[in-house]
């Protein structure tokens, strides 16, 4: 267990549909990633948040958007939802946010858009 | 749980082999490089970093190999159990980014 926890595991909803994805990092840790991860793509970045700010943005589509609240736990928010946008998507969490450091991966929510 | 390396490279081994499983990055400044397994299903599970000052480190039954001359990183894993089988991804942190850039993956594969 990463002590990572993201909720939910499965989501299944139609599209152009909004849903949102909730992340608990580890405790103690102030960085938090959001990384997409589909079959033909791999693990592509999406956007990290540092101690609530927005800190780095990857492959993030305007229709996606994410924040950090203050106690830490953070949502990425999908919107106008596309066949294309089913895939896993893992929050990641470190203590520092230079990336230069061992990330913690959650299990992951497994979205399929119909 | 459902697999994510469809159209992986993969490598198959025997049981109490060693296997290496190699990656090539893309960015000669990249200063920190970390290995990730990811069983199916499941999140990617953190199992031996190295930073560019090195290149070797070794960890229980693992050691990683970085060669920076030709941009080559390796995980070497020993007496090969079916429990290693999995995919797994290297990833590397290029300067000035506060992220870890990661690899397609190799899928590893352990026969009994």
């Known amino acids: 267990d990463s002590g990572v926890t993201q909720t939910p595991k499965h989501l299944i909803t139609a599209t152009g549909q909004r849903v949102t994805l909730r992340c608990s990092p580890r405790?103690?840790?102030?960085?938090v990633y959001w990384y997409q991860q589909s079959l033909d793509q791999g693990l592509q970045f999406l956007i990290q948040y540092y101690n609530g700010e927005e800190r780095a943005k990857g492959n993030i589509l305007e229709r996606f958007s994410a924040q950090q609240f203050p106690d830490l736990h953070s949502e990425l928010n999908l919107s106008s939802l596309e066949l294309g946008d089913s895939a896993l998507y893992f929050c990641a969490s470190s203590v520092h946010p230079t990336g230069n450091t061992e990330a913690f991966f959650g299990q992951g929510t497994r979205l399929t858009v119909v | 749980g459902e697999s994510v390396g469809l159209h992986l490279p993969t490598l198959s081994v025997q049981e109490g082999d060693n296997s290496i499983i190699n990656c090539a990055y893309s960015n000669s400044a990249s200063d920190y490089f970390i290995w990730y397994k990811q069983e199916s299903g499941k999140g990617p599970q953190f199992i031996i970093d190295i930073r560019s000052n090195m290149d070797k480190r070794q960890g229980q039954r693992v050691t990683v190999l970085l060669n920076k001359t030709v941009k080559h990183l390796s995980l070497q894993i020993a007496a090969t159990q079916p429990g290693d089988s999995a995919v797994y991804f290297c990833?590397?942190?290029?300067?000035?980014?506060?992220?870890?850039?990661f690899g397609k993956g190799t899928m590893l594969l352990v026969s009994p």
């Open positions: 405790s103690g840790d102030l960085s």
């Open positions: 990833a590397e942190n290029p300067p000035g980014y506060s992220t870890l850039t």
